[in-house]
């Protein structure tokens, strides 16, 4: 299981996060940003009743990333990183803009997804489901 964590900013008219994990491969050993060919991302916005994953908010569907900015070459550990000691290699910064008023109601949920296509063909599906605060 990957590790994970994310940190808010609430503000008036956007909410931003922090995400934040440890991206193994097969062999176990942190991801290689030279294996990968793309990062994709999407928000989603999450059912309240039943956490079923609805429609991609409108203008967060299916963008594309820069590898390097998002996957690192090696295992990082600082301030954000709180989970423990060997560290994240993916960080993305996700900042959403003009958001419907239910995502920032507190207890709303919703999940970002990551579609990181490996230079083998293989993808990898990266979700943080989130909770506003």
């Not at 609430?10 to 995400?19: N, P, Q, S, T």
């Not at 942190?30 to 994953?53: A, G, K, M, N």
């Amino acid at each position: 299981m990957q590790q994970a964590i994310a940190n808010f900013d609430m503000k008036a008219h956007w909410v931003e996060a922090i995400l934040m994990a440890r991206i193994v491969d097969r062999a176990r050993l942190p991801l290689d940003p030279h294996t990968v060919r793309s990062v994709v991302c999407s928000v989603y916005e999450i059912d309240s009743f039943q956490h079923d994953v609805q429609k991609p908010l409108a203008d967060y569907d299916k963008i594309v990333l820069n590898v390097p900015q998002v996957i690192y070459g090696s295992l990082r550990t600082d301030a954000m990183w709180l989970i423990d000691e060997t560290g994240y290699n993916f960080c993305h910064r996700i900042r959403l803009g003009n958001v419907p008023d239910p995502l920032r109601t507190v207890g709303t949920y919703y999940e970002v997804r990551y579609w990181i296509a490996r230079i083998t063909g293989e993808t990898t599906i990266v979700r943080f489901r989130l909770r506003v605060n």
